[in-house]
């Protein structure tokens, strides 16, 4: 029998709303001015995940469009900035290898509608509560992916199609290594010392990123060093794409459904951790479901104009926040420079080196990856340092799908043992063998046959199991058992069969239950699912005192009854 779910009412209220009341010009000069750097800071980061994802430059400038507008209009965080970020990557590139680009547009509307359901549904508070180690390993797995794929370009190897598979693709990195163009390999290495060195107050201001990217693009074209440009490659024509709906047909569906849970488990695990660094960078709080339907409108409307997945990014966002936002008009703004920049200076990106765009993704991996775990899994306890692992080599030696849908499964296994652990049954008869004392309640008139035990924790099925134990070493000299649920905090559907079928093994006997002091979730479980009817209202006590009267009277009824 299923639990009667308590409907939460649905609130669609974007942060921006709040925002704007009092919104001052001095305000808006902190947003224009973080919004236009963030902009600028997006651009490389928008042309390279779209590249490393196996589609054009242009996808990816028109999703930082569509997608970062949308998150700032409709989020619940003040300081998201939404786009195609680098956990992404893997998965798109895996789409795009095997469907083809019209496939992923399709899978990044499906994900985009998951998502809004989720955020309808209420999950943003549950998503968030995904264990530490499975968002860890799949993080560092995607950098290590990240990585691995733009050594190509960084090296310039002259390999026609890169493996998608680790192992594969290591093994063509050592056969080509002797083809690398060293010109590319210094131009790369340039970029990467730029990003390193480049001192930290400038930062705010001037992003080394954007340097970087100006110095190798300006030494390539002047002193006419032989390495592969974007306008090489792509086009990046000025204007904004049309609208366009891409064709679904029904069977298109059930053969994308599994990448396009995906793409929007990882969207909504990304984006809620993103906005979850930006509460603790300013001390405010997000609302996790309005910002859950804020990033399913984004992937629905990106693939509409040929833009491709995208979430929260926690680098832009940091910078956002960093750069002296105080709204989402910030956000908003940034989207604005990336679409001027799209309609005015698109032909420029011409001139940028492939390999300069592979030396910031691999500086963006790098610091993507959680590497201080690895040093910490000696002090982790043991069950966590394993799922650490497990999700971390699914990600790099299968794929993505594997590892967060792995990574998603072990975070459910993970609550479940804590919640058991959490959970206990004991026996407070004092004639049972395991009780090791008398209750505070005990006294010489107990009842025989009766005993007492103390259900602690959630009451589920592994609460169940911990029951059908009990029954089982009471044996024939049970003749009453009294459930002192006081301590009970949780109760769903499985709990409740298990208390139902216990209740039928102990009507079959003629034997009894008596459930005392339960509190208020599992009261409202057993009363809507009809159980307190067939147990009777006699049989739900709210004293221990009251239990054992109500066990006396079943055990010896007055004359006549």
């Not at 405010?284 to 990033?295: F, M, R, T, V, Y």
Request: proline share 6%; net charge neutral.
């Amino acid at each position: 029998m299923l639990t009667a779910i308590k409907k939460v009412p649905l609130r669609f209220r974007p942060a921006l709303v709040d925002a704007l009341k009092d919104y001052s010009g001095k305000m808006f000069l902190a947003d224009l001015n973080s919004g236009i750097t963030v902009g600028i800071v997006a651009i490389p980061l928008a042309i390279g995940f779209a590249i490393a994802s196996g589609v054009t430059p242009l996808a990816g400038m028109v999703t930082a469009v569509v997608a970062g507008f949308l998150v700032s209009a409709l989020g619940g965080s003040r300081y998201q900035i939404g786009g195609p970020t680098g956990a992404f990557v893997p998965i798109l590139a895996g789409i795009v290898a095997t469907y083809g680009v019209d496939s992923l547009l399709i899978c990044t509307f499906m994900a985009g509608v998951m998502l809004v359901l989720m955020g309808m549904a209420g999950l943003g508070k549950v998503i968030k509560f995904i264990p530490y180690p499975v968002t860890m390993g799949f993080t560092s797995g995607i950098a290590v992916i990240i990585f691995t794929g733009e050594i190509k370009d960084f090296l310039e190897l002259p390999i026609e199609h890169l493996d998608p598979d680790f192992l594969p693709k290591v093994q063509q990195y050592l056969e080509h290594l002797n083809e690398l163009n060293w010109t590319a390999l210094g131009v790369g290495a340039a970029v990467i010392l730029i990003m390193i060195f480049w001192p930290a107050r400038w930062q705010r201001r001037v992003p080394g990123t954007i340097v970087a990217l100006i110095v190798a693009s300006l030494a390539v074209k002047w002193m006419h060093l032989h390495t592969i440009t974007i306008g090489q490659k792509w086009s990046l024509p000025r204007g904004f794409p049309p609208f366009h709906l891409p064709h679904m047909h029904p069977s298109d569906i059930s053969l994308l459904m599994g990448s396009a849970m995906t793409i929007a488990m990882l969207g909504a695990i990304e984006s809620l951790l993103s906005a979850v660094v930006a509460d603790g960078l300013t001390n405010d709080k997000h609302d996790s479901n309005q910002e859950l339907i804020a990033q399913g409108l984004a992937n629905i409307f990106s693939p509409l104009f040929g833009g491709i997945a995208a979430t929260g990014a926690i680098a832009r966002t940091g910078t956002n926040i960093r750069c002296g936002a105080v709204s989402p008009v910030s956000g908003l703004i940034h989207a604005l420079t990336l679409l001027t920049v799209l309609l005015i200076a698109a032909p420029l990106a011409k001139a940028i080196p492939l390999c300069a765009l592979a030396g910031i993704l691999l500086v963006v991996a790098f610091k993507m990856g959680e590497w201080h775990e690895f040093a910490r899994l000696r002090r982790l306890p043991r069950s966590d340092a394993l799922v650490f692992i497990i999700v971390f080599l699914l990600t790099v030696l299968m794929n993505l799908t594997w590892g967060v849908g792995v990574g998603v499964i072990l975070a459910a296994l993970l609550f479940i043992k804590r919640v058991s652990e959490a959970s206990e049954v004991t026996a407070l008869d004092p004639t049972h063998p395991e009780t090791g004392g008398r209750p505070i309640w005990a006294d010489e008139s107990w009842p025989d046959g009766v005993y007492l035990f103390r259900v602690q924790g959630a009451f589920f099925f592994g609460t169940a199991d911990m029951l059908e134990t009990s029954f089982r070493r009471a044996g024939a000299q049970l003749r009453v058992m009294v459930l002192l649920c006081e301590d009970v905090f949780s109760m769903d559907a499985t709990g409740l069969n298990a208390l139902e079928s216990l209740h039928e093994r102990l009507q079959r006997h003629h034997r009894h239950l008596i459930l005392c002091k339960v509190a208020r979730q599992p009261l409202e479980v057993i009363t809507q699912s009809g159980f307190l009817d067939e147990l009777g209202q006699d049989n739900l006590t709210s004293s221990v005192n009251d239990a054992l009267d109500r066990a006396r009277g079943l055990l010896y009824p007055p004359p006549g009854k």
